[in-house]
Every structure is written in structure tokens, then in C-alpha cells.
């Protein structure tokens, strides 16, 4: 199965950008990137996905590369409610087999 | 509040008692998940239906036994459960066949064994 790689926690300020890289060196040609949050004591919420190009909604925007060998979570502004561990998740040929990776623990700072 | 409805919130059972988790959805989902997740680990993926059928079974042991009644309802059997089976155990529904259908979460049923 292929394979995600995040930093383990990141800081930021409110009111900031923050950037959250993901690395998915093994992805192959059909494999969806997704992003999910978890807030404290609350279960997983789906954040945003992509298969090839950039993807904007109203929580984050997801930024791909080219060789789709790495991406980047986007949240343009930070709030004290951004706080929460950000999964990236490779979906894989096997449908529905979502399996989380360790995940970035993000703080922000007011 | 989420749409996907888990009961109870919390859970305490013996080794040799029997108890059911439960799991509801109104979304028209047909496909239902179960995930564990221990404290200050990623959720594990456990079982997955579509349709009403088993599709995915990450190899978990059969004291865990997984029924999935008709398109609303999940439920999760227990049985002679472990200490190290304490944890929290999450719900989540989605559209079928659909590598672009999110995943909807309950908030879980914390399960401690005792």
C-alpha cells in the first residue's frame, strides 16, 4: 500500500497561512489524495481530496505537484479552531480502504 | 453535531460480557466503516460495507463481529474482549464505489475493557 509521510507537529499564529506538506513517494497513476482533520475528542473530518490538480473549498486549498510525488494542505488564515491533527491519506486501487498515516499535530498560537 | 450518530458515547465492559456498539446514518450512504483508534495513534481501519455486504475485513479478530442490518445501520458486536481492546472506536458512512465521496464521522464510542 502506498504510503504517506508528514511532519509530526507544526506551530502557527492565528490570522496566518499555514502550509502543511505531505509526501507520497510511492502514489501511483490513480491513487486520490486526501486530507482529513481530527479536533480534539471528536472524530475525523474529511477536509479535502485531489487527483491531479489544485483543489480549492471553503476550509483549505490542496496543492499537488506536478509528479504527484508530494502535496501541500493549505489553510489560508489560521484560527484557534484550526487547531486539530491534519491526516494525509493516499486512496488507493482497493476502494474505500482509507488508511490513515501518523498525521501533523497542528498548534496555533493567538 | 455530526450526521452520522454513534451510541453509547462511552462503554465499560468485562472480559467475559457481550455488548453491541451501534452506528446511524439518514445520508442515503451505502457504504458504512468501522475504525479503532487507540489514544495518540491514527485510526485504524477494521471493516468496510457496501451495500449491505462485508467488502473489506483488515483481518480483526472474530471476537469483533460486524453486522450491518440495512443501508442506515452499522452495529458492532463484542465478545470476550481484551484489556488492550480498550479504545475508541468510530463510525464513518459514505457514498459506494466512489473514490470521490468523502467519509462521514461519528464522534465514537469509547470503550474501555476491564
Known amino acids: 500500500d502506498a504510503k504517506t509521510t508528514q511532519p509530526n507537529s507544526m506551530e502557527s499564529n492565528e490570522e496566518e497561512p499555514v502550509h502543511l506538506p505531505c509526501n507520497h513517494s510511492t502514489i501511483s497513476g490513480t491513487d486520490y489524495i486526501h486530507w482529513y482533520r481530527q479536533l480534539p475528542s471528536q472524530g475525523p473530518e474529511y477536509v479535502i481530496h485531489g487527483l491531479t490538480s489544485n483543489v480549492n473549498n471553503r476550509m483549505a486549498s490542496l496543492a499537488i505537484a506536478e509528479d504527484r510525488k508530494s502535496s501541500t494542505l493549505i489553510l489560508h488564515r489560521a484560527t484557534l479552531r484550526d487547531a486539530a491533527v491534519y491526516y494525509c491519506?493516499?486512496?488507493?486501487?482497493?476502494?474505500?480502504?482509507?488508511?490513515f498515516g501518523a498525521g501533523t499535530q497542528v498548534v496555533v498560537t493567538p | 453535531d455530526t450526521e452520522v450518530t454513534q451510541t453509547p458515547k462511552h462503554l465499560v465492559m468485562g472480559m467475559t460480557n457481550k455488548k453491541s456498539l451501534k452506528c446511524e446514518q439518514h445520508?442515503?450512504?451505502?457504504?458504512m466503516y468501522w475504525y479503532k483508534q487507540k489514544a495518540k495513534k491514527p485510526p485504524e481501519l477494521m471493516f468496510v460495507?457496501?451495500?449491505?455486504?462485508?467488502?473489506i475485513n483488515e483481518s480483526v479478530p472474530s471476537r469483533f463481529s460486524p453486522e450491518c442490518p440495512n443501508s442506515s445501520l452499522l452495529n458492532l458486536h463484542l465478545h470476550a474482549l481484551q484489556p488492550e481492546d480498550s479504545a475508541l472506536y468510530l463510525c464513518?458512512?459514505?457514498?459506494?464505489?466512489?473514490?470521490?465521496?468523502?467519509?462521514?464521522f461519528g464522534n465514537g464510542t469509547r470503550l474501555t475493557v476491564t
Open positions: 445520508m442515503g450512504h451505502r457504504a
Open positions: 460495507y457496501s451495500y449491505e455486504k462485508l467488502s
Open positions: 491519506i493516499l486512496e488507493t486501487d482497493s476502494w474505500g480502504k482509507l488508511q
Open positions: 464513518a458512512s459514505s457514498q459506494a464505489d466512489s473514490y470521490n465521496s468523502p467519509l462521514h
